[in-house]
């Protein structure tokens, strides 16, 4: 047993290498620059001195961090629930389907998870913007006023449309293979009892479908924590606050505002958060 | 969702006496089974096709902004192509833009994968 360990760790080298470079030390190294703050001390440029926790104080009575950590709840109630919904759906009704249209559907459906993000965002972003949107050119065809996409009280949306656009699809085609495995013999058995289509969705097909789902919900948590791109490219294009969602507020933070040290702060908590939340679930699909 | 099926062909057989059990609306379909076209099947169809349809707008848009200049792009319905077609100076005004700098990107975009191949090997 002991000699093999070594052998362990010689293969788990080139992973423990790169995730210990590139993933533990730079947390290590947010921790360690959230403990400082910028201090004036009599004349001259402020410096960085040690603070503590000071950093983290400040950053839960920050209400531009809190309202940040807000839309993102709201997010995350609002566009998972929908997005996971779909894909259901979607998945069961392709799994009804056969043939070309299934084939074209199942494309179809998937292509969005294949442009990158950025670029989905910003083909959005002119789908959104006020002089070129087609919503906006029918709707004033029909002499319905238009709508602003990117207005404060919208814009939170659009960026969950743009979000259930990519991920959807996506979603679907996990829920879709996981159909495929389930054993015909259910279907047989189920029909053979006299079992209607919703009773064969509703005691076989969502039962069974419930550990992937689960997984999906929880990398669907974590994505909303971790909304960015979207945001960041759809910013120019419109009046967007700077904490629309909590990780724009923190990379503006340290890239406009260079304050590192409080991004670190708000890295960290942000990511404790997400821990506390998603951890124990994690456990308990892991257990069954 | 109803099961009852409508086709002219199953009501034709169940009328004529033939014993034919009505399809079972089980999953899958079962090969062989004659499929008949239920309110179950029209909707499943809206749904599918109204979902393919938000999944290739952007796409589309895209493509029908390929097909416009800078005045027809504002002025022109976004979803559907204008004429005259400037799809040829949209296209080479891309590869040459900035001395062909579009096309180093896709060229580097082709050695990527293939440095990391061949170091792979």
Known sequence: MRRY??????????????FLAFYLAPVCYALYLSLFVRKR???????????????????????????????MFVFGVVQVPIMLGLAILLALLLHQSRGFFMKVCRTAFFMPYGIPTAIGAMVWGYLYSANLSPFN?????????????????????????????????YNMITLFAALQNIPQDLYEAARVDGAKTWDIVRRIQIPLLLPTLKILF???VIGTSQLFTEAFVLRPLGYLADNITPNLY??????????????????????????VISGPFLRRVASR | MSSKPVSVKSVASASSGRSEASPAVGLPIIPGRKSTVSSATVGRYMVLTAFLFYCVLPAAWIIAAMTKDNGQIFTTFGLWFSYPFHVFENLSGLVTYQDWIFVRWFGNSLIMPDLFLSAAH
């Open chain 1, 41 to 71: 001390i009599g004349i001259g440029p402020p410096k960085e001195v040690f603070g503590g926790l000071a950093n983290y104080i400040r950053a839960v009575q920050d209400t531009d961090f809190l309202n940040g950590l807000k839309n």
């Open chain 1, 250 to 275: 923190l990379y503006l933070t340290a890239a406009r505002d260079a304050n590192y040290s409080y991004a670190g702060a708000l890295a960290i908590l942000l990511a404790l958060l997400i821990f």
């Open chain 1, 218 to 220: 929880i990398f669907s």
């Open chain 1, 5 to 18: 360990r070594k052998t362990a760790f010689l293969f788990l080298a080139p992973f423990l290498v790169v």
């Open chain 1, 137 to 169: 050119q029918i709707l004033r065809a029909l002499h319905e006023g238009t709508i602003d996409f990117l207005s404060p009280a919208i814009v939170l949306f659009s960026i969950a449309n743009i979000v259930t656009w990519t991920w959807t699809g």
